[in-house]
């Protein structure tokens, strides 16, 4: 089954008040979505989303700054070169703190070596072909975003921005992704004010409770 690699935005919970029109923004570059419910002539939901676009463009955008070089970072049998890669991933990494990234790194398709910016050693089971962000890049050759999943290390609910590494016949080296943890959002969203009484909350596309002023609900919750 497809995996989809949509990301529904900020939707306006107001109790009884009557939502009375949907727009819909689409991040350029990708198959990703940000839907944005809100009420007619409501600023703030609208300059939320504009901030939610430029967050996922960041994010991707850094992705794609090394992904044309990335094919150099892999020995001529296709096995990573961790001695090129490592300090490239962590470069990249400590550059972009703007965004928090929680990780940056990048699973090898033939042995499935994990290489991790962060430091993140995995254990012996863990095989970075069967995470999300790896399974989504395959299905597209620009950089996508995976579904929400439970990171391994930190045990944060994350979304990665991965992208596959292909070589010159096209055949898959790895994949390189970039994990951001959604509690970042979750400090701006919730505090969404819309006509003073509602908040913001965020929803995967299967409408799944990403982030809400109830922790309870968080991936739990299906609106």
Do not use: C
């Amino acid at each position: 089954m497809k995996i989809k690699t949509k990301l529904w935005g900020i939707t306006a919970i107001i109790g009884l008040m009557l939502i009375v029109m949907i727009s819909v923004v689409y991040l350029k570059g990708r198959s990703t979505i940000v839907r944005l419910a809100s009420t007619e002539g409501s600023v703030t939901t609208q300059r939320t989303s504009l901030w939610l676009n430029s967050y996922f463009e960041s994010i991707s955008g850094i992705v794609n700054t090394l992904a044309p070089s990335a094919p150099g970072l892999f020995n001529p049998d296709g096995t990573p070169n961790k001695n090129k890669m490592l300090p490239a991933l962590t470069s990249i990494l400590k550059n972009n703190t703007q965004i928090n990234p929680l990780d940056f790194y990048i699973g090898d398709a033939k042995t499935g070596a994990f290489v991790s910016a962060a430091g993140f050693i995995p254990g012996a089971d863990y095989d970075p072909r069967k995470r999300p962000w790896y399974i989504a890049a395959l299905e597209s050759d620009a950089t996508v975003f995976s579904p929400p999943y439970q990171d391994v290390n930190t045990k944060k609910i994350v979304i990665a921005a991965s992208r596959a590494i292909r070589s010159q016949d096209h055949s898959v080296l790895g994949v390189i992704g970039l994990e951001v943890s959604l509690e970042d959002l979750a400090t701006i969203i919730p505090e969404t004010e819309v006509f003073n009484a509602g908040y913001g909350a965020l929803l995967d596309s299967e409408g799944r409770v990403l982030i809400h002023k109830n922790p309870a609900l968080v991936m739990k919750a299906n609106m």
